[in-house]
């Protein structure tokens, strides 16, 4: 049964530097050492994006040093905090499709894993760019993986979740052509579940019949309150990175809170 790992939302910082207060430099570093010491047979780590809050080089050169701990195999995708060309230049091992997107195809045993690069840049146009956008060359390498899939199901990640999520302020910077997105995914029929982040929270669901699921941060998380408008208000609350593991039947998709996890259990 395959087992996959997911992170999302690391942003990265310099040395010395932090968010909110937070170190993000120590936060996924214990985060590393939990799924190192929990989880060493994990079939993949999957990064969803925003691998640096600044896309500046010395926080991703930073990241790569603490990612490349893993034990397990690490694939990436980028977020709308990243710049495409750093990330490639700092991570020369990073897949990239055809057209010099983040994005790639896994086969495994039982599901083939699809990683979407959902980031709309270039032009670095801010706030615009903090949306996510599919172009037709991305939406097309995304039916080709789904047509090519055979008897496989299908699971999607990527940064920007396909639709609303009731958070006022995220929404207006999730996937803006997510009709055109589902219109692909509805077509093939064989998508499983959709993984994301982007905004924060533990958040499941379904969108159009099919199952998602959004994670945490290692790092801040977004606050409760769903009509808030300001998208960069954050919180300190337990970091997490999300479990999915393909069974005889579907898939099961965990969260774990690493930070409060390391406690010791004692019989309730």
């Known amino acids: 049964m395959t087992k996959l790992?997911?992170?999302?939302?690391?942003h990265m910082v310099p040395e010395g530097t932090s968010i909110i207060g937070l170190d993000p430099f120590q936060r996924l570093s214990a985060g590393?050492?939990?799924?190192?010491?929990y989880h060493p047979d994990a079939d993949r780590v999957i990064v969803m994006g925003d691998l640096a809050h600044q896309a500046d080089r010395p926080s991703y050169?930073?990241?790569?040093?603490?990612l490349d701990q893993l034990v397990a195999p690490l694939a990436i995708t980028i977020g709308n905090h990243d710049r495409r060309d750093i990330v490639l230049d700092v991570f020369p091992d990073v897949?990239?499709?055809?057209?010099?997107?983040?994005?790639?195809a896994i086969d495994f045993p039982d599901c083939r894993v699809v990683i979407?690069?959902?980031?709309?840049?270039?032009?670095?146009?801010?706030?615009?760019?903090?949306?996510?956008?599919?172009?037709?060359r991305r939406l097309a390498w995304l039916d080709?993986?789904?047509?090519?899939?055979?008897?496989?199901?299908?699971?999607l990640f990527m940064h920007h979740p396909p639709h609303a999520t009731g958070f006022t302020g995220m929404d207006m910077m999730r996937l803006i052509n997510e009709v055109d997105f589902y219109d692909v995914v509805?077509?093939?029929?064989?998508?499983?579940?959709?993984?994301?982040?982007?905004?924060?929270?533990?958040?499941?669901?379904?969108?159009?019949?099919?199952?998602?699921?959004v994670f945490k941060s290692p790092v801040h998380q977004q606050p409760m309150p769903f009509d808030a408008p300001d998208a960069s208000l954050s919180v300190d609350e337990p970091a997490a990175y999300g479990i999915a593991v393909m069974t005889d039947t579907g898939i099961l998709v965990h969260t774990e809170d690493y930070e409060i996890a390391v406690r010791e259990a004692a019989v309730a």
């Open 32 to 37: 590393i050492a939990h799924v190192n010491r």
């Open 116 to 136: 979407l690069d959902t980031l709309f840049a270039p032009p670095y146009d801010y706030p615009r760019s903090h949306a996510g956008f599919l172009c037709t």
């Open 95 to 104: 897949a990239q499709d055809e057209d010099g997107f983040v994005q790639q």
């Open 144 to 155: 080709r993986q789904l047509e090519t899939a055979g008897d496989l199901p299908v699971l």
């Open 61 to 66: 050169e930073r990241l790569k040093g603490l």
């Open 5 to 10: 790992i997911v992170f999302t939302d690391l």
């Open 186 to 213: 509805k077509r093939h029929g064989n998508v499983l579940h959709i993984f994301a982040g982007h905004v924060h929270r533990t958040i499941s669901g379904s969108s159009r019949g099919i199952p998602f699921s």
